[in-house]
């Protein structure tokens, strides 16, 4: 800051100091999501134990469709498209993807809360029924604490509110317009994730343990990332996406601080490669991606769906932002390299869970397979590219959180039984259930007539328009490994005789039977007629700068 | 009032929806359900008949766009409707014979357990068939004919416990596809050449078309043609088809949908018209078809196969017909409407006889039944005469035009087709007359049930099967007349199908005359035959000819050599290929990928120490390439 600056501040001058302008209708959705996580915490703070469960559902429920319904005003007031334009001060935008990723990430997050309120799985403790959820996350597993605390049927309700701040932080992150705002965000939506990992009822170890590894994991990703920010700093000088972009396409008026630091490319190129290490880690891509399978079958099952769809959803916004808007011109600098990022994170996934054992853990690799897919559609670089990312999001986001709802109905007397063989002849025992996990499946695998075969078929076909072939060749086939596993399920449910002590399938109460509900329909529905939602995401891929 | 036409449709398509889904609780008066469908769509059908004849001849055709099912850039695939003067005759045929039909199902099949099963497939029926008469475009005539398919599989192999059906089923599907493999073709071909599958514009385009197209679209169709109405050589499978419940036989495999086919080549008028080549296919398709027809016809002893031969004689006449060109057309749709109501009028009549005769088709074991069954043997005798063409009555009217149209092709080839339509009439009359003595007059043959012993007891069946017999019966008798009185059959249907008219190289009168007495030859000698002789009850051995006939001139053989055999040769040496070659393959590339995944897993530590340590690694390998990327 320069001397005169400070003497200002000091001698209370403050009009030198504009106040910044924030356009709180434009933000409106964060704002309810952010104001609704709060209530939640006055809530646990004041609210008695007994009536928590109810209000906190009830305040989720309301900020999350508040939050929705404003992202749809906000289209439908234009700002999607022409009235698409920065905020705060150019740290936010509010554009096309920003609003369609927003309005993804809220109704997953809506369908989560219903798999979270889920309280007839668990067998009823003192009266009470119990969900997924740790009695009290603070006890010690095993310890004569949590043995109280679960006799006495106490439950989370913290849960709530931290899925707020996260679903908070996952609406800015895609919106996020400067590198600080971005790692800002990375940090809210990850810190309650953390938490949240570790906080499941059954098998408390394995929960911490993940929730630990994807805290070190995710602290060492961020502080790639906020080097990244650094360096970039240091060529730019700035950290908005817009100036980067101007400053690295040479059309920023040249100051004398940039003509030194221009000349070094190399803190470019570092800055952007520690920028996607990042990015890369969140959407779980080779080789960042290791986390993924520990953290997925640790997790609460209801939280690892709402992490595998709403996460992705929210990092790849933020990474489709960075490249699109500040790096445009560098494209072929990171496309190469993208490249090899997107055939191994296809390639390794699809190998890698052929061998797989636990179905969370299979759906894990198979998220990072489709990690890869979805990196086809972001190397493709055309506005073809955004849309079909766009609506591959959109169709990944529900078949995901729908598959794991289905995971958690499939029990035995020890929790979730998520082991392969005790699926065996679920098909006979529970034809609908089966069903349903086997369209999931199918969706996974891209079949026709579901979500998965239209939004692959976007992605591959925008790569392909892109000029990256042999991409989606690579695509291709491991659709063809990753096909096996799938079906392998499929058939093993359907054409293998029961277990004859296998698992049972719990009756569920509305709240999970209607997140699994509206997965079918979406799936089918994307699937069948994805004609208008295909428009939708292509009206909405034009990022504002 | 266009808005009724989608109507026609859903009405029974509506009926099968509730019959096939509704469960037992329909099960009482589902068959009434169906009935009501069916005769739904018929008065539907006669008020826009009505309605289509209050307007003035070129205002006639209406189009109803439905909706658009892919609307895609230069691929457009509507649910539209097009209801002409060709398909009003087809509607009022469908819905009206399909009413009388339903009703005599409900008499018919009164004591089967699965009766609400049978009149949903047969409302299915309608609804296809319909769709397929209305369609304005091939593709959704695709669709109505691959319905119609499904339900003819269906309902043939309705008493799927006996092997017979079940086998029968699956051979018409079979042989269907083939057919129908002719139809997608021709319907990609329509694309390619049209950029369209929608009549007004394939037609209107034909003009600008090469011939050797437009020749390879027509043989395509003819193809569609053979395979839906049972013409050489893909005819096999509507012999075994009678294996379905008689109404079905009357209904599918005599009146409508067999006569699918004829539809298809009369409304693709504007390419056939262009391809004189595909058109003398056509034309050599319907004529040995009408022989080879009547020939199976007279050796069979199995009433409905001896009918069933006779409907693919008589298609046969219409293929013909409609291959003259439009010296043809309209006849080939008049004979197709008085079939429709003489044959089904005589399958009805075969359903009664099989009642009242516990169920036995053999006609060796019929004889003397006019007294039992006096109605039947009216309507059934009614029918007799229809088809054979005895003046006066329907039949006479629209064979004796083909015969004259077949003549009048001119030169050489005029002569070779009017001679063989007229050996064909002789022929009908003979089989005809074979199953008429050999059912009505003689003397009794019926045995006892050779497992129960039960001596079968004659007897009229119930009314409601009686009376839709009836009603058949007076358009048998009246309908030729009715249409050619004032030429009014041609006046309808001439702004569609256009109409030359045709000069035959001896006098009409003449013809005529023929056509009678080669009528009373063919009756006369079937008369010496099995009117004056008695018929033995087990079959004589029969010359070559009559052997072959028996075993439907040996097309099953035939088949069996040349089609079935060497493609069991090449399946077996496929699977060999498969087994050996690309299973090896396809093992060895899976058994691959499963150890690298079991060796890649191993990497996976469960250490954080050792995911930051890939992390990191992975980080330094990103930096590195991107800076690479820079320098080379």
Redesign the interface.
């Known amino acids: 800051m320069s001397p005169t600056l400070w003497l200002a501040a000091a001698g209370g001058n403050s009009a030198s100091i504009p106040a910044p302008h924030i356009e709180y209708g434009q933000l409106s959705p964060m704002l309810i999501v952010f104001a609704a996580a709060v209530a939640g915490i006055l809530t646990e703070a004041f609210v008695p134990r007994r009536a928590r469960y109810g209000v906190q559902i009830g305040i989720s429920l309301l900020g999350l469709g508040g939050a929705f319904a404003a992202v749809v005003v906000l289209a439908a007031q234009g700002h999607a498209t022409t009235q698409a334009g920065l905020l705060a001060m150019g740290s936010v935008a509010i554009d096309g993807p920003a609003l369609f990723l927003q309005g993804v990430i809220l109704l997953t997050a809506v369908m989560a809360v219903l798999t979270y309120a889920e309280r007839r799985l668990e067998p009823r403790l003192n009266g009470h029924g119990v969900d997924s959820f740790a009695a009290q996350g603070g006890a010690v597993p095993g310890g004569d604490q949590e043995r109280e605390a679960t006799r006495a049927g106490f439950t989370t309700t913290e849960v709530f509110p931290l899925t707020l701040f996260a679903v908070g932080g996952m609406l800015l992150f895609p919106a996020a317009n400067d590198l600080l705002t971005m790692f800002v965000a990375l940090e809210v939506l990850s810190l309650p994730l953390y938490l949240l990992c570790g906080l499941a009822r059954r098998r408390r170890l394995l929960s911490q343990e993940a929730a630990?590894?994807y805290f070190?994991?995710g602290a060492?990703?961020s502080a790639?990332f906020l080097f990244g920010t650094a360096l970039l700093y240091g060529y730019a000088g700035s950290v908005q996406l817009g100036d980067i972009a101007d400053v690295v396409s040479g059309v920023a008026p040249v100051t004398p601080a940039l003509t030194v630091t221009t000349q070094n490319?190399?803190l470019l190129?570092?800055g952007?490669?520690?920028l996607?290490?990042g990015l890369l880690?969140k959407v779980g891509a080779?080789?960042?991606h290791?986390?993924t399978?520990?953290v997925y079958q640790g997790a609460p099952t209801p939280v690892t769906g709402f992490m595998a769809a709403a996460t992705k959803t929210a990092a790849f916004g933020a990474f489709l932002r960075l490249f699109y808007v500040a790096f445009p011109g560098l494209k072929?600098?990171?496309r190469?390299?993208m490249w090899?990022?997107a055939i191994l994170t296809m390639v390794?996934g699809a190998?890698?869970?052929?061998?797989q054992q636990d179905v969370k853990r299979l759906l894990a690799y198979s998220s990072i397979a489709h990690a890869g897919f979805i990196l086809t559609g972001v190397i493709a670089t055309n506005r073809q590219g955004l849309g079909a990312v766009l609506f591959y999001l959109l169709a990944y986001s529900f078949v995901t959180l729908g598959a794991f709802a289905v995971v958690t109905l499939v029990r035995d007397s020890k929790g979730e039984a998520t082991h392969l063989s005790s699926w065996a002849g679920l098909g006979r025992r529970s034809p609908l259930l089966a069903a349903v996990f086997a369209l999931f499946l199918l969706a996974f695998a891209g079949i026709p007539l579901t979500s998965g075969f239209t939004g692959k078929f976007a992605v591959f076909q925008a790569a392909a328009a892109g000029g990256a072939t042999p991409l989606v060749i690579v695509g291709v086939l491991s659709s063809a490994?990753a096909a096996?596993f799938y079906i392998r399920v499929i058939v093993l449910m359907f054409f293998s005789d029961p277990q004859p002590q296998g698992p049972s399938v719990a009756v569920p109460s509305p709240l999970t039977a209607t997140a699994i509900g509206v997965g079918v329909l979406v799936t089918l529905g994307l699937g069948l007629l994805p004609q208008y939602f295909l428009d939708l995401a292509s009206k909405a891929s034009l990022f504002v700068r | 009032m266009n808005s009724l036409i989608p109507l026609l449709v859903a009405v029974p398509l509506a009926g099968a929806a509730l019959l096939l889904l509704g469960g037992r609780a329909l099960d009482r008066f589902g068959h009434w359900l169906g009935t009501l469908a069916a005769a739904g769509s018929f008065g539907i059908g006669l008020v826009l008949f009505a309605e289509m004849l209050g307007r003035p001849t070129d205002q006639r055709p209406v189009r109803e766009f439905l909706y658009s099912w892919i609307p895609v850039n230069g691929f457009q695939a509507d649910v539209a409707f097009q209801l002409d003067q060709l398909s009003m005759t087809f509607v009022l045929l469908i819905t009206g014979v399909g009413t009388l039909i339903h009703v005599y199902s409900t008499g018919y099949m009164a004591h089967d357990e699965r009766r609400r099963r049978f009149f949903g497939y047969l409302n299915l029926f309608l609804a296809a068939m319909l769709l397929l008469v209305l369609a304005d475009n091939y593709l959704l005539l695709y669709v109505g004919w691959e319905g119609v398919g499904l339900a003819s599989y269906l309902l043939i192999g309705f008493w799927q416990h006996k092997p017979s059906a079940a086998t029968a089923a699956k051979k018409a599907f079979i042989v269907n596809r083939v057919g129908d493999l002719g139809l997608s073709i021709a319907i990609m071909l329509m694309f390619v050449e049209f950029g369209s599958f929608a009549f007004g514009p394939v037609f209107g385009a034909a003009d600008d078309a090469s011939e050797g197209k437009l020749t390879a679209i027509g043989l395509m169709l003819l193809l569609a043609a053979c395979g839906k109405s049972a013409q050489v050589p893909l005819q096999s499978w509507l012999g075994d088809a009678m294996e379905g419940p008689t109404p079905v036989s009357a209904l599918i495999h005599a009146a409508t949908m067999v006569t699918a086919g004829v539809y298809l080549i009369t409304r693709s008028s504007a390419i056939f018209d262009l391809a004189p080549d595909a058109q003398t296919a056509v034309v050599a398709v319907g004529t040995v078809t009408l022989l080879f027809g009547a020939i199976v016809g007279c050796a069979k002893d199995d009433i409905k196969k001896a009918l069933a031969g006779s409907t693919m004689s008589q298609i046969g006449y219409m293929v013909l017909a409609a291959g003259l060109g439009p010296i043809g057309y309209v006849f080939a749709i008049m004979h197709l409407v008085t079939h429709g109501f003489f044959k089904a009028g005589l399958f009805l009549g075969a359903g009664s006889v099989m009642h009242g005769m516990n169920d036995e088709v053999n006609m060796r074991h019929y004889g003397g039944l006019r007294k039992y069954m006096p109605v039947t043997f009216a309507t059934f005798g009614l029918g007799y005469l229809a088809i054979i063409g005895f003046p006066g009555l329907s039949g006479f009217f629209s064979k004796d035009k083909i015969i004259e149209a077949a003549f009048s092709k001119g030169g050489t080839e005029g002569w070779i087709l009017g001679l063989c339509a007229l050996v064909g009439a002789a022929v009908t009359a003979f089989y005809m007359t074979r199953v008429m003595m050999m059912t009505f007059f003689g003397e009794k043959r019926w045995q006892p049930d050779p497992e129960t012993g039960e001596e079968p007891h004659p007897h009229e069946s119930p009314k409601v099967m009686t009376l839709p017999m009836v009603v058949l019966a007076v358009g048998s008798v009246f309908a030729g007349a009715l249409f050619t009185y004032g030429d009014a059959f041609l006046k309808w249907l001439e702004p569609v199908t256009g109409f030359e008219e045709g000069h035959p190289p001896i006098p009409a009168a003449a013809v005529t005359v023929l056509t009678t007495v080669c009528m009373l030859a063919g009756v006369g000698l079937a008369y010496t035959m099995y009117g004056r002789t008695r018929v033995p009850v087990t079959p004589p051995v029969g010359s070559a000819l009559t052997r072959a006939a028996r075993r439907d001139l040996l097309q099953d053989d035939f088949n069996h050599a040349v089609l079935v055999r060497p493609g069991s040769a090449l399946a077996a040496t496929l699977v060999w290929f498969d087994s050996r070659g690309l299973d090896g393959f396809v093992n060895g590339l899976a058994a691959t990928i499963g150890g690298v995944s079991g060796r890649l897993r191993r990497v996976q530590t469960g250490f954080v120490r050792t995911y930051a340590l890939s992390m990191f690694g992975g980080t330094l390998v990103l930096v590195a390439t991107t800076l690479l990327m820079r320098s080379v």
Do not use: E
Not at chain 1, 351 to 355: D, P
């Open positions: 630990l590894k070190l994991l060492f990703a790639f490319d190399a190129l570092i952007l490669a520690m996607s290490v880690f080779v080789p960042f290791a986390w399978p520990d072929w600098d990171w190469p390299v090899g990022v390794a190998i890698l869970a052929v061998t490994v096996f």
